[in-house]
Structure formats: C-alpha cells, structure tokens
C-alpha cells in the first residue's frame, strides 16, 4: 500500500514537473526596460542611440542659421549609415526615430530616400498615364538641403569568456550643395559580456 | 549494494548508441556531388533528430552548407548565425557531458567544431551575403574571422602550442572585393595588403600560391590612393602583374568553384603500456586520422558570352585550400588529442580493475570474473574515436574574376585536371552584369556537370571508403534471424522472510542460462531458460546449516533501443526448496521477475539483471515428524555475458 502511495506521488510529481517545463509564458514590457539576453546590439542599444542623436541634432544652431540664410525650413535625405562593426545591426531603427523625432519637431522637413523616389516615380508616372496630364505633376520634386550620413564601429576586446564590447555611432549632416559638415553627433556604448568558464 | 549501484550507473552512462555518420554521410555526398542539394536537404532533415543534443552545432552546419550550395542564402545564414552563438556557448564547459565523455568517449560531448570550422562559418556566412549582394553584411562576418583568428591566436599562446592557421588570406582577400565593390578603397587597399600577408603563410604552410591577380589589384589601388612608394613595392613584389586599369563602365562577374571533398576522420589503433599499481597493462587506444580525399579538378576555366556573341574568358586559382587547412590543423593538435584519449582510456581502465577487485572481495572469483568482463565489453563498445566534423565543406575553394562590358552573359565553367586535361564543361545560370557591380556566381564541380557520367563517386574521390551508400537506419541488420545465449551469474541479492525481515545470509551462488531468439523482422525478440540459485544461511553447527533455493523456467522477452542496447524482461515460475544435512524437504512454489538490460557488440556482450523473487518451501526433520513450512522474498540481480551466433 506504502509502495503503491509513493509510485502515485511520484508519478504526479513527474506529469506535474514535465507540464510546468512544456508551457510558455508572455509578459509585456514597456519599451524603456533594458533587456540584455546575448550581450549583442538590440533595442535597448539603437533607442539610446537615437534619443542622444535626436536631442543634439535639434539643439544644434545649424537649423537657425539655415533658415536666416534660405528663409524656409531646411530639407534633409536620410543617406547611408554604413555597418562597420562585428555585429549585423538594424541600422533603420534608429535612423527612423531619427527621421519621426526631426521631422515631428517642425523644425526639419525630410525628402524620400533614393529607393523610395524610385517607387514613387514610378507610381507618379503610372498615375500621369492613368489619369492624364491633369492628374499628377512631374518633375516637381523638391531637393534635398542636407544629408544625414555615418557609420556604426565596433571594438572587441576578448579574454578567456569575458568580452567588451564597444560601439561608436558617428552620424554626420553634410550640406549637399557646399560638402560642409554642419552636424556631428556621436554616441559611445560599452558593454562587457561575462561567460561561465562551467556549469552542471 | 553501492557497487551495484555504480555498475548500473556505468550501464545507464553508455552513450545510446549515437548516429553511425560513417554510415550516413556517403548517400548524401553523392545527392551532393550530383547537386541534388533540395534532396538532399530533405534527406537531412528527416535524420534532424539523429542529431540532436550533442550534435545539434553539426548538424546546424551541414544544413547550412546544402542550402548554401541550393543557393538559399538567407536559410542558410539562419542556421550558420544559430550554429555559431551555439559554439560561442560552449565556452561553457558542461561538467556532466565531461564526465560522461570521459567514462565513454568524446561522441558524448557537444560539437563544437575545429577552430578552422569554427572560422569557416563565418567565411561561408560571409559568402552567403556576397551572394546576397550585401557586401556590407558580408564584411561583418570577415571581422568576425579576424576576431576569432585574433582570439585563438592568444588563447594558442597561453597553451604554448604551434598552430598554422592564424590568419584566413581568403577572408580578407574576399574582404578587400568587398570594400571595393563598396568603392571604400582605403580599406580595400589594407585588407588586400593583408591579404598578401595571408596568402605568403599560406603558401608556407599550405602549398596555397598567392593569388595572381592579387598584385593587380595593390597596384591599382596604390596608384588610385597616390601610394607611390608602396607602388613601386608591388611592382617589384609581383613582376607579371601589370595593374592595368579597370575601362570605366565594366563590371565583374566573380565565381566561386567548390573543389573536392574534405578529409574525414578515421580511427587508427595504438597499443600501449600503463602501469596500474604497479603491474604493466597493454591497452589499445583510437585516435582519429584524417583520410584525404583526392581532388580531380586543378582548374576551371570561365567563359562568359554575351548576346552578341563575343565572349570574355578567365582561369580560376585557389583562394582557400580547405583540406590543407584541416589537415594541418589535426597535425597540429594531435598531442593533445592523444594525450586526452590515453588519460580516457586509463581512467577506464584503472576504474573497471578496481571494480573487478572489489567485486572479487566482495562476491568471489566469480563476481570478479562477471565485472571484469562486463567492464572489458563496456571499454570496448565505448572506444571510439570522435569523427564528427562539417564534411559538406568542399576541399578547396577557387575563384575566377572577370572584369567585363555590362549585359547579360551566358556563363560556361570548364574544368580540368593537373595534366591539362579537360574534365567537362557546365553552364551556370545567366548573369548580369551592372557597371561597377559584382555578380556572384558560385558553383560546385561534380560528376553531374558533363564529365564522367558514368564513373562512380568512389572512384572518383579515390580514397572515399567503398561502402555502399546507406540511409541511417537505427536497427540492426534485419535480414537474418540470430541466436543469443546468455550465461548469468548472481551478483547479489536479498533475502526476507514472510514477516519482511532480513534473513542473514553466509554465501549465495546461482547460475542462470537463457537461449534468445534475435528475430527477422520485429524489434521484439524472445527466449526460454532456466534459473537457479541458493543462499546458505549461518549456522554454527554444520548439520543444521540451512540451504534455501530457487529453480524457475524462465520466458524472456527483449527490446530493441538502440542498435546495441536493448532492454526487457524475464519473467519465471518454477520451485523452491530447504535442505539441511538433517532434514528432507518438500518443493513449493516460487515466482521471479527480472528487467534486464544488455549491450552488445559484434558477437560478445554484457548483460545486467534485475528484479524480485519468491518462494516458499516445507522442511521436515529425518523422523518425518517435525514440519516448519517457510516463505522468503527477496531482490536479485545478476551479470553475464552473452554471446551471439
């Protein structure tokens, strides 16, 4: 009977173990908590990097002067920001919240990128053929002032499982007409990633 | 009872017989060499499970490299991205499958690849987003090489040892076409004179020469960048290489020629002498070989032709010699390796000669005789080399680069052999070509491509082992029926009286011996025996020494779990008896029930029994007057050797 009792308890205790392992559990998390699962580059990294950019683009004088000399809000291309780091990296996260943050702040106006252009030209040519003459303009587009461009380096430092990780962002906004650098922003984050050199 | 334990223990540690790849590569090495790659990813994936736990890193590689070759990049990178955070992870040693590796063989730790595996996910990783036309995502993964080489070479450093492959020449040659294709030509000018730096250690220690349009390429980029003096370097470093200039407008159309086989590992056997306390032993110890497998193919020579007919033709050379590589890198480590695989087999050794000497105290000759056999089979069945590695890496990879006028191009490759002699032809899927673009074209050379149509894969790679291609199958061989018979002896066992409590006991003995058909087609086997044992109960006075026994007719019924452990059941009626020098005795019934679990090799094995008894029995005095009925219970178990015919 005591034999039969603890093959029963046992067995419960087994379905019991074995059914916690197998479920999944969901909870929400506000955007701003910082979860770091790998050590590598994720959300928590690319919102630093645009809530830095975004506050120092804006307060910068560039803006103010523009706007005394052409006497209209400046207008900005999002260019390329080249992966130069160990790591692959979501660049447009971060070069969209740049993009939202200037373009929401009134401040800026932003012209499409060169692959969007296409798609659009494409769409307004359709649409001319379509629709006639009347219907949509060509060739009213509208330049680009300035050029949002940068690049993301990383150095890696390694020794016996623990890594640094170190991560510059350096974007630059360059006056398309004279090649001058009107803006440099640049964000700096360190990580260090410990391993276990053991476990069970 | 805690030896018992331990052996059980040992029995329950042996690996569950892990996937025969000697067996299972060959089939898909020739779905390979004939490019059915979807088949052959189909074939693979229907084997995941074979690779699951500590092979999961293996076979993450392989389905890398198929859909590599498919031409399914992004899969591909998927599966290369998860196989290496999985390497990354095995910086953290597990105990338990150290241990388990240690009491069996090196089949039971994780793969995590040889250093050059580890660097060639990476490579091909990068390969995948050339292909991609990403070269930006694809010089991420050359970094990584550099990184990775940079970290062996410190950890090499601090394990004093000599290794070769310190740097990849063809990650940054491949990185210095990347930087270029993106017109970075500071950095395109650095990796290639890293490059060059590469290639003069490959050829030292790889027999790999340096790229000959290598120099073109520095020389180009030192007179773009106003390198006089580093011009001037080149020129005399490389004297055939002219640098000509690139006609404005061109572009290239780079293709990648998979070349060969790698080297697979095999099992050399050496024989040795340790001393355990003091007396010498000769054992014999595997160590894994690499096989190399011949390449036929020296060269490919690439012809693209455009609409109108004129046509653009180029030589490929090599850029990464794979099998060097790994070979190099065995001969490299093989003093480790050795040095691990003699600590293994003494560590088993010296553990199963102190079983044998305990059990030999503890339960006399025979139960000496029972471990230390049981102890031989289990070193024997567990000593194996580890031969895992990436085998669908091709031997060598080569490259031809061709600068031409943008439009669509029909691609021809024409292979050759060292002799000049030309292999056969294939054509590659159209390119395009865009002025200032690369276009990535890769192929593989195989039988299938118009040569050799009728030559056998074996032949043709003339160290390929001849077995015929098989798909895995778990099961022994299932054509014949065999026969087993089994010789079991008492290892220990317990005695309780009908009240429950422990009857002390002065020696036991028993002997059991069951025939056990191996059937044709089930995985169930069956068979007939018979058993019997006796304790001797203590007794001062030698005419009242009391003998208690069981004789049962035993059915035995076994299972199949893997192709050589299987488990099952005996289960007995039969007899019990008392018998003293003063008495007689009347048989009652008993009944027994064993689990049983074996392992077993080509015709010995081991197997271990376990399980319940009973029995009853009536002892009556000389006079025939004085009856005492008695009733026992009791667990026993047993070890023995099996053989097979």
Same mark, same amino acid.
């Given at each position: 009977m005591k034999r039969l009792f603890f093959l029963t308890l046992s067995f419960s205790l087994f379905v019991l173990i074995a059914a916690s392992c197998s479920s999944k559990r969901v909870a929400r998390l506000e955007t701003s908590i910082v979860t770091d699962l790998s050590g590598k580059w994720n959300d928590t990294d690319s919102r630093l990097v645009s809530e830095n950019m975004i506050n120092d683009v804006l307060s910068r004088p560039w803006i103010g002067e523009f706007r005394a000399s052409a006497s209209r809000k400046p207008r900005v291309i999002v260019g390329t920001v080249i992966n130069k780091s160990h790591e692959h990296i979501a660049i447009q996260t971060f070069t969209n919240d740049l993009e939202r943050a200037l373009l929401n702040s009134g401040k800026v106006s932003f012209v499409a990128t060169a692959q969007e252009r296409t798609e659009l030209r494409a769409e307004r040519a359709d649409q001319t053929e379509q629709a006639g003459p009347a219907g949509r303009q060509l060739k009213g587009e509208k330049a680009a002032d300035f050029m949002l461009k940068g690049s993301i380096n990383s150095i890696l430092d390694e020794l016996q499982g623990t890594k640094v990780v170190f991560y510059q962002i350096d974007l630059s906004l360059i006056q398309i007409d004279t090649n001058e650098v009107v803006w440099i922003g640049q964000k700096k984050i360190k990580k260090i990633i410990d391993r276990d050199s053991l476990k069970w | 009872m805690p030896l018992l334990l331990l052996i059980f223990c040992l029995f329950w540690s042996f690996p569950a017989a892990a996937i025969e790849f000697s067996r299972f590569y060959p089939s898909l090495e020739q779905q390979v060499a004939q490019k059915k790659y979807d088949q052959a990813i189909r074939q693979l994936k229907k084997s995941k499970s074979e690779f699951s736990g500590n092979h999961q890193v293996l076979y993450q590689l392989e389905m890398g490299m198929l859909l590599h070759l498919a031409g399914r990049y992004q899969e591909s990178n998927r599966l290369l991205h998860a196989a290496e955070d999985a390497m990354e992870d095995f910086y953290t040693t597990s105990v338990s499958s150290e241990i388990t590796a240690f009491l069996? %063989?090196?089949? %039971?730790?994780?793969? *995590?690849? *040889?250093d050059f595996e580890k660097v060639l996910v990476n490579l091909i990783s990068a390969l995948n987003y050339s292909l991609l036309g990403q070269p930006a995502e694809a010089l991420v993964e050359a970094r990584k090489v550099d990184h990775k080489l940079g970290l062996l070479e410190a950890r090499l450093e601090n394990e004093k040892t000599k290794n070769a492959y310190r740097q990849d020449a063809f990650a940054r040659y491949l990185s210095g076409m990347l930087y270029a294709s993106m017109q970075e030509w500071n950095d395109a000018y650095i990796a290639y004179q890293k490059a060059f730096e590469g290639y003069q250690s490959y050829r030292r220690y790889y027999q790999t020469e340096i790229p000959p349009n290598l120099g073109d390429e520095l020389l180009r980029l030192s007179t773009r960048l106003g390198l006089k003096a580093d011009r001037a370097k080149w020129a005399k470093a490389f004297p055939k290489a002219k640098g000509k200039a690139i006609p404005p407008g061109y572009g290239e159309v780079v293709v990648l020629n998979y070349n060969g086989l790698i080297p697979i590992k095999k099992p050399k056997v050496k024989e040795i002498f340790v001393h355990v306390l003091g007396a010498p032993y000769l054992m014999k110890i595997s160590f894994p070989y690499y096989l190399n497998r011949a390449n036929p193919v020296a060269y490919a020579q690439l012809r693209l032709q455009d609409a109108k007919g004129k046509s653009y033709s180029g030589q490929s050379f090599v850029v990464e010699n794979i099998s060097a590589i790994a070979l190099r890198d065995l001969r490299d480590r093989i003093d480790r390796i050795e040095s691990r695989a003699i600590a293994q087999a003494t560590t088993k050794f010296v553990a199963i000669k102190a079983l044998e000497m305990k059990a030999n105290d503890d339960y006399g000759f025979l139960g000496g005789l029972a471990v230390g056999l049981a102890g031989n089979i289990w070193a024997f069945q567990t000593d194996k080399i580890d031969d895992r590695g990436w085998r669908f890496l091709p031997g060598e990879v080569q490259m031809t680069r061709l600068w031409v006028p943008p439009g669509k191009y029909q691609v021809e490759v024409e292979y050759f052999s060292s002799q000049g002699r030309s292999l056969g032809a294939e054509s590659l899927e159209q390119a395009e070509v865009k002025p200032k673009r690369v276009t990535y074209l890769k192929t593989r050379e195989s039988p299938s491509s118009g040569f050799d149509p009728d030559m056998r894969l074996a032949s043709r790679y003339r160290n390929t082992p001849d077995e015929e291609p098989s798909p895995i199958s778990p099961g022994r061989a299932k054509s014949e029926k065999t026969n087993r018979i089994e010789l079991s002896t008492p290892l220990a066992m317990t005695l309780n009286d009908s009240r429950g409590q422990a009857i002390p006991t002065q020696s036991q003995g028993g002997i059991q011996f069951s025939w056990i058909q191996w059937g044709k087609e089930l995985d169930y086997h069956w068979g007939v025996g018979f058993l019997t044992f006796s304790s001797i109960l203590p007794n001062t006075n030698p005419d009242q020494q009391l003998q208690l026994g069981n004789s049962y007719f035993t059915f035995d019924f076994r299972m199949d779990f893997t192709p050589s452990f299987y488990g099952g059941v005996d289960l007995g009626l039969g007899s019990s008896w008392v018998s003293c020098a003063s008495c007689n005795y009347s048989s009652q019934g008993a009944a027994i029930g064993l689990l049983v679990f074996g392992l077993e090799g080509e015709s010995l094995g081991g197997v271990l029994k376990l399980g319940p008894y009973s029995g009853s029995a009536t002892a009556m005095n000389a006079q025939g007057g004085m009856s005492q009925s008695l009733t026992w219970s009791g667990t026993l178990a047993t070890l023995g050797v099996t053989y097979k015919f």
């Open positions: - | 069996t %063989n090196d089949l %039971n730790r994780p793969f *995590e690849g *040889e």
